[in-house]
């Protein structure tokens, strides 16, 4: 939204076309950005953001006040099992937005983390003071090891030159514009897909990977996309914020499966392929944004399954899948 000569905040949003990218734009485009901010969402064309010329030039040329920085290379449980080392080196590499906001004065960073960089067997709920009290889980190393490491830069940055950068934690993603690729998205995603494909195509039953006993914190990413805009608005601190719906709101993967058969009308049975991975235990805790927002109104799971579920029948012939 700009509004002439009252823009204040200049906000880049990198990685501005992917899930949460997409649903910040949405809620900006539908009333909640202000008039003294102007929103520039980056594409990935845009710039490399694991090249430093580039991420310096993209700033010099945007100009932010503030940035959003959701520019990753991301992918469910199974793609991180195969590529560690790839995930590692890309996101060691994905901190030069860090250096770019401080040489160029900006006001606030926020950077994106995943529950799923949290120390395995640890304590549950786990909260935002344990990120670094364990080796991660062994599925996806490269990826928390290196997404860990924004924490400490913004410890760094904060100490040595005052610079107010933050990051978030949710928990699992999902919604429009998701990735619906069955071998490398996340678990919703590749389920939708696979049940449009038993509808449409195979007509057979659907396929959950793993016992289906593992339990997950859905968040809706139109709701994580109003809780950025707060981060970015109000939160303060230099610490990281887990932003997920509470433990009582945890899911089993089976539940969700069911909740996908419901909202995509499917009477097809489900089986269970337990020769495939079940993934880490990540139940964390929300009680630290229950007290910034106790009153925070998360979409239902089943109603943000339907509208996902919608949205990608609607617009399949361009999903990303
Ligand atoms: P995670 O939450 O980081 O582990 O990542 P995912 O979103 O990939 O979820 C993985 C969990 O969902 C594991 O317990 C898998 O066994 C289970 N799962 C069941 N079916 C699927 C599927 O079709 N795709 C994926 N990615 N996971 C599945």
Redesign the pocket.
Same mark, same amino acid.
């Given at each position: 939204m700009e509004g002439a000569g009252l823009v204040g905040k200049h906000i880049l949003v990198t990685g501005g076309t992917g899930l949460v990218g997409r649903a910040i734009e949405k809620v900006v485009a539908d009333g909640e950005g202000q008039l003294d901010e102007e929103w520039i969402f980056m594409f990935s064309r845009d710039a490399d953001m694991m090249s430093t010329t580039e991420t310096k030039a993209l700033f010099e040329k945007h100009k932010p006040t503030h940035v959003i920085h959701l520019a990753a290379t991301v !992918? +469910?449980?199974? $793609? *991180?099992i195969c590529y560690n080392l790839d995930f590692w080196k890309k996101h060691t590499h994905h901190t030069h937005h860090m250096h770019s906001a401080y040489e160029t004065g900006v006001q606030k960073v926020v950077s994106c983390l995943?529950t799923?960089i949290f120390p395995d067997k640890m304590m549950y709920p786990v909260d935002e003071s344990m990120i670094h009290n364990g080796p991660p889980h062994s599925? *996806?190393f490269g990826y928390s090891y290196a997404k860990r490491m924004i924490d400490i830069q913004n410890r760094g940055y904060f100490e040595q030159h005052g610079c107010r950068f933050t990051a978030v934690i949710p928990t *699992?993603v999902f919604g429009p514009h998701d990735n619906f690729n069955?071998e490398d &998205?996340?678990?919703?995603p +590749?389920?939708i897909h696979?049940v449009c494909l038993a509808k449409h195509e195979t007509g057979s039953a659907l396929?959950?990977? !793993?016992? &289906?006993k593992?339990r $997950?914190q859905f968040i809706y990413s139109l709701d994580l996309a109003r809780l950025f805009l707060w981060v970015l608005r109000e939160y303060d601190e230099v610490e990281p914020i887990i932003l997920s719906v509470g433990e009582e709101d945890e899911v089993s993967?089976r539940e969700a @499966?069911e909740a996908i058969l419901e909202a995509m009308d499917f009477r097809g049975e489900l089986v269970f392929d337990t020769t495939? @991975?079940? &993934?880490?235990f990540?139940t964390a805790s929300n009680a630290k944004l229950r007290r910034y927002l106790p009153s925070f109104q998360f979409t239902p799971f089943r109603k943000a399954v339907k509208e996902t579920c919608a949205w990608f029948n609607t617009n399949y012939a361009n999903a990303r899948k």
């Amino acid at each position: 939204m700009e509004g002439a000569g009252l823009v204040g905040k200049h906000i880049l949003v990198t990685g501005g076309t992917g899930l949460v990218g997409r649903a910040i734009e949405k809620v900006v485009a539908d009333g909640e950005g202000q008039l003294d901010e102007e929103w520039i969402f980056m594409f990935s064309r845009d710039a490399d953001m694991m090249s430093t010329t580039e991420t310096k030039a993209l700033f010099e040329k945007h100009k932010p006040t503030h940035v959003i920085h959701l520019a990753a290379t991301v !992918g +469910g449980l199974f $793609r *991180n099992i195969c590529y560690n080392l790839d995930f590692w080196k890309k996101h060691t590499h994905h901190t030069h937005h860090m250096h770019s906001a401080y040489e160029t004065g900006v006001q606030k960073v926020v950077s994106c983390l995943s529950t799923c960089i949290f120390p395995d067997k640890m304590m549950y709920p786990v909260d935002e003071s344990m990120i670094h009290n364990g080796p991660p889980h062994s599925s *996806n190393f490269g990826y928390s090891y290196a997404k860990r490491m924004i924490d400490i830069q913004n410890r760094g940055y904060f100490e040595q030159h005052g610079c107010r950068f933050t990051a978030v934690i949710p928990t *699992n993603v999902f919604g429009p514009h998701d990735n619906f690729n069955i071998e490398d &998205g996340h678990v919703l995603p +590749g389920l939708i897909h696979k049940v449009c494909l038993a509808k449409h195509e195979t007509g057979s039953a659907l396929t959950v990977w !793993g016992t &289906g006993k593992p339990r $997950r914190q859905f968040i809706y990413s139109l709701d994580l996309a109003r809780l950025f805009l707060w981060v970015l608005r109000e939160y303060d601190e230099v610490e990281p914020i887990i932003l997920s719906v509470g433990e009582e709101d945890e899911v089993s993967i089976r539940e969700a @499966a069911e909740a996908i058969l419901e909202a995509m009308d499917f009477r097809g049975e489900l089986v269970f392929d337990t020769t495939k @991975a079940d &993934g880490q235990f990540k139940t964390a805790s929300n009680a630290k944004l229950r007290r910034y927002l106790p009153s925070f109104q998360f979409t239902p799971f089943r109603k943000a399954v339907k509208e996902t579920c919608a949205w990608f029948n609607t617009n399949y012939a361009n999903a990303r899948k």
